[in-house]
């Protein structure tokens, strides 16, 4: 009889529960579902079908965000959660900082979405739909529009994170697709922009000779890289191989390139900026004509940096099974394997370098051509 009525009871527990996930998942998540830094994680943990999100056939995306915010200023967005063959959907949103804190006032905009009356981590808000707000809007689709108000003073980069879920409408947590998705939006500082200061558009460069490739930028305190390349066909592609310059050092505005022996009357460059946020921006040359002989190309050495106990050299025209020389000194040489013609690394030669210590290093091909020297000197 005990074990009839425990069994009952467990049974009416286990329906209430089923009841309370299936209403809560109607009138909109608990909060810290986004997906975002110092979240629970995403609605995955509750409609755990799946191990991960983003498996689906579908998607949920955050449009009519600015690309740089005005304090202060109001701005509409849309939330879209699609998936073929689904009535019910969801989502959970919120905006915060790169300390992972409230940015901004979210608003709801109609009654198809609500403020969760809980914050998370930082304080952030959290958006979501209302239980009017999940049928589907269009076949297979559910599209939300809410309102951002942007921190009345310039934070820096704003980051929205949005979790979607595309239900089977049986009122269960199962069955159901999470997706996740986010975008930056910059401000006024943050907001990275470049511009070449010297353009070798209609020019004529010779082979050989050096060009001062100099960049001016803004918003350096949110650039993570610079990268320069060359093109040969008119900006059609600039690939790896024609990489000039790379640096992780803001600051740097200038390189001089020595040019590559790439005749050529359709040459293009490329300056690309990678931010700390995620996005990239990029400015290119007009076109220019290099001369030379079209014979072999000579390897060139751009940077050299120590990671550990190894030496990386960077550059250009990396043959396969180039050699290092240091102080005339063949050292035991490796292609990188993601870059081979761009990235050379000598296995603990950084050992060798004492701090302060400055050393000529060359590469050599295996067909006998030879970069200029290059002075490096090791940090204290």
């Given at each position: 009889m005990i074990s009839t009525r425990k069994k009952k009871l467990q049974t009416i527990i286990l329906i209430l529960v089923i009841a309370v996930v299936a209403y809560a998942s109607a009138s909109g998540p608990e909060p810290r579902y986004t997906g975002a830094p110092g979240d629970i994680g995403s609605c995955v943990f509750c409609h755990d079908t799946f191990e991960n999100a983003n498996?689906?056939?579908?998607?949920?995306?955050?449009?009519?965000?600015?690309?740089?915010?005005?304090?202060?200023?109001?701005?509409?967005?849309?939330?879209?959660?699609?998936q073929g063959g689904r009535s019910k959907f969801g989502f959970q949103l919120t905006a915060i900082d790169s300390g992972g804190n409230r940015a901004g006032t979210l608003a709801t905009v109609s009654s198809d979405t609500q403020i969760n009356p809980l914050t998370g981590e930082g304080a952030r808000q959290y958006i979501q739909h209302s239980s009017t707000g999940t049928n589907a809007t269009s076949s297979g689709r559910r599209i939300w529009q809410i309102r951002w108000t942007a921190p009345s003073t310039d934070v820096g980069t704003v980051t929205f994170y949005v979790a979607g879920n595309a239900a089977d409408n049986d009122g269960l947590n199962r069955?159901?697709?999470?997706?996740?998705?986010?975008?930056?939006?910059?401000?006024?500082?943050?907001?990275?922009?470049?511009?070449?200061?010297?353009?070798?558009?209609?020019?004529?460069?010779?082979a050989g000779s050096q060009f001062l490739i100099d960049w001016s930028a803004t918003g350096i305190s949110n650039v993570d890289s610079y990268e320069i390349r060359y093109s040969t066909d008119d900006g059609a592609t600039f690939p790896i191989a024609n990489l000039i310059f790379s640096?992780?050092?803001?600051?740097?505005?200038?390189?001089?390139?020595?040019?590559?022996?790439?005749?050529?009357?359709?040459?293009?460059?490329?300056?690309?900026?990678?931010?700390?946020?995620?996005?990239?921006?990029?400015?290119?040359?007009?076109?220019?004509?290099?001369?030379?002989?079209?014979?072999?190309?000579?390897p060139t050495i751009t940077s050299v940096e120590i990671i550990g106990k190894h030496l990386y050299v960077n550059g250009t025209n990396f043959k396969d099974d180039a050699d290092v020389y240091m102080n005339d000194a063949k050292q035991k040489t490796s292609n990188d394997s993601e870059n081979p013609t761009g990235r050379l690394k000598c296995k603990k030669l950084g050992k060798k370098i004492d701090r302060g210590q400055t050393v000529n290093l060359v590469v050599k091909n295996p067909d006998g051509t030879v970069s200029a020297s290059f002075l490096y000197q090791r940090p204290l």
């Open positions: 498996v689906g056939p579908g998607s949920v995306t955050i449009t009519n965000t600015p690309a740089v915010y005005s304090p202060g200023q109001q701005y509409t967005i849309t939330v879209t959660a699609q069955d159901d697709y999470i997706y996740t998705n986010r975008i930056t939006t910059e401000s006024p500082t943050s907001n990275v922009t470049v511009a070449l200061a010297s353009d070798p558009a209609n020019q004529t460069l010779v640096t992780t050092d803001a600051n740097i505005t200038d390189f001089n390139w020595t040019v590559p022996d790439k005749p050529t009357t359709q040459a293009r460059i490329r300056l690309q900026a990678a931010t700390k946020s995620g996005s990239a921006v990029e400015v290119r040359s007009g076109r220019f004509t290099i001369t030379g002989t079209g014979g072999p190309e000579i």
